[in-house]
C-alpha cells in the first residue's frame, strides 16, 4: 500500500502482511500490519520501523514522499522483531539520523545490530524533542508488553503513536477505524482488539491502567491513537481507551466458556448436558474443542466469560496434552477475576482432573469443586450428573459475577 496521510505531513509509510497465520504462535487469521510513520518537518522523523520481510516497501513509501536522507531523526518505541529488525536497512540511507530509545531499548538493541557506528540518544519520560513546527514528548511504558516500551505523542497534532498498545493483528486496504467499520463492522474491529488484548496484554493490565491515568494526569488530548498493528483510530479514539480501561479491570461477559478436547468422544459427550445445565440456569455457554480451534482463539473466549469449564480425558494419569498446552499458556497470562472448574472422562485410571484443578490453582483462579469425571462412555446416570454440574457452576458463575457488577 502506497503511503496514508494521518494528519497534514504526518503519514503512515508502513507495510500490510496479508498472508501471517502464525504470529509466534499466535494465530492471526485476519493477517496483520506493521505501522511506522514518517512526520515531514523542518527535521524529518521517522517513528519505529517495520519486519525485516516488508523493509523495502516501508523505504518505498518513504521515498514517495522524502528523500530517506533527510531524516534526521529516527524514534524506536519498540524492539521487538517486527518492528525494528529493519533498522539497519533504514540507517544505510540516513547514516548520520541520531536513534532516540530507551536504556532498556538500548541495551535490547544490541543483541541485534552493532551500534558502534550509530547515534543514540537515550530519553525518559517527560522528555520532548523539537523537530520545527512540532515537539514529540516520549512515554515509557514499560512491559506493554516490553520491558522497552514506550510511546511517542505528537503535542501540535494531538496524535498518540502507541507501538503495540491498542493494536489489532488485521490486514485491511482500511488504514483507519471509520474505513475500516464501513467495509466490515465495529463488532470485527471490538473482537479484533480483545483478541489482541487477551492473547498478549492480558498479564499488564495493573500497567495499563497506571499509563492511561498517567496520560490523564499530563492533560494530553487525543484525536488520533495510531498504534504499530492494525488500523488507526480517528474516529473515536476515546472508545478504544475505555475498552482498554475495561478490559484492564478484567471485566467479562456473563458467560461461560466450555474448552476441551477429546480421545474418544466420552469427554466430548459430557459437554453438552453440561451446556444444557448451563444454558437452563440462563447463562450464555460456549463450546471450544481445542484440536478444531487455534488457541488464541480458545484464549480469547476465555478472556471474554466469568467462567471457565476445561475438558480433559486423562492420558498415563495426568492431561490430554492439548489441553495441558492450553492451561500453560494460560497461566502465563496471568488471568484474574475468573472462576473456572474441570470434567473428564478416563479409562484405566483418573487423574487429569485432579491435575487440572491443580493448573487452575498455580494461575489464583477461584475453582469450583469437586469436578465430575467418569468412567469411559458416559452412562444416561452419568449425563444427569454432567448436567446437574452444569446447573451448579452456571449458579456459582452468576453469584461470583455480581462482585463485578
Known amino acids: 500500500m502506497k503511503a496514508v496521510e494521518l494528519k497534514k505531513d504526518i503519514y503512515w509509510v508502513g507495510a500490510v502482511d496479508w498472508a501471517v497465520r502464525d504470529f509466534h504462535g499466535y494465530e492471526t487469521p485476519r493477517g496483520t500490519s506493521y505501522n511506522n510513520y514518517l512526520i515531514i518537518d523542518s527535521e524529518v522523523t521517522l517513528i519505529d520501523t517495520v519486519k525485516y520481510d516488508f523493509a523495502e516497501t516501508s523505504i ?10 533527510r531524516i534526521k531523526h529516527v524514534v524506536v518505541n519498540h524492539i521487538e522483531n517486527d518492528h525494528v529488525t529493519s533498522l539497519d536497512k533504514i540507517m544505510e540511507l540516513c547514516p548520520d539520523a541520531t536513534i532516540y530509545i530507551t536504556e532498556k531499548g538500548r541495551k535490547g538493541l544490541e543483541r541485534f545490530f552493532d551500534l558502534s557506528a550509530w547515534k543514540l540518544k537515550i530519553v525518559k519520560s517527560g522528555e520532548t524533542l523539537n523537530i520545527g513546527k512540532r515537539t514529540l514528548l516520549f512515554l515509557e511504558t514499560p512491559m506493554l508488553h516490553w520491558p522497552d516500551s514506550m510511546m511517542t505523542y505528537v503535542k501540535e497534532d494531538k496524535i498518540l503513536i502507541s507501538q503495540d498498545g491498542f493494536g489489532q493483528h488485521i490486514a485491511s486496504s482500511a488504514r483507519f477505524d471509520d474505513e475500516y467499520i464501513a467495509s466490515n463492522s465495529e463488532a470485527e474491529l471490538e473482537d479484533a482488539i480483545k483478541d489482541y488484548y487477551a492473547n498478549i496484554l492480558m498479564p499488564f493490565g495493573a500497567m495499563i491502567k497506571s499509563k ?31 475498552m482498554y480501561l475495561d478490559m484492564a479491570e478484567s471485566r467479562a461477559d456473563l458467560s461461560i466458556s466450555i474448552v476441551y478436547d477429546t480421545m474418544w468422544h466420552s469427554t466430548e459427550l459430557m459437554t453438552v448436558p453440561i451446556l444444557n445445565g448451563i444454558r437452563d440456569e440462563g447463562v450464555i455457554g460456549r463450546i471450544i474443542k481445542l484440536r478444531a480451534t487455534p488457541q488464541s482463539i480458545a484464549i480469547k473466549e476465555f478472556w471474554k466469560s ?98 463485578f457488577e
Open 60 to 69: 518505498k513509501n518513504i521515498k514517495a514522499l522524502v528523500d530517506p536522507a
Open 306 to 403: 466469568r467462567g471457565l469449564l476445561v475438558g480433559t480425558p486423562t492420558l498415563n494419569n495426568i492431561m490430554f496434552p492439548t489441553v495441558a498446552d492450553f492451561l500453560t499458556h494460560l497461566r502465563g497470562l496471568r488471568p484474574k477475576n475468573r472462576i473456572a472448574g474441570a470434567f473428564g472422562s478416563y479409562g484405566w485410571g483418573g487423574g487429569a482432573v485432579k491435575e487440572a484443578y491443580e493448573t487452575l490453582q498455580k494461575m489464583g483462579l477461584q475453582t469450583f469443586e469437586p469436578g465430575i469425571e467418569i468412567l469411559y462412555k458416559p452412562s444416561a446416570e452419568d449425563e444427569k450428573k454432567c448436567y446437574d454440574f452444569g446447573v451448579a457452576f452456571a449458579q456459582k458463575v452468576k453469584e461470583y459475577h455480581k462482585n
Open 212 to 242: 492511561i491515568a498517567e496520560i490523564q494526569k499530563l492533560g494530553l488530548e487525543i484525536d488520533i491513537i495510531a498504534p504499530d498493528h492494525g488500523v488507526i483510530f480517528r474516529q473515536n479514539p476515546g472508545k478504544v481507551l475505555k
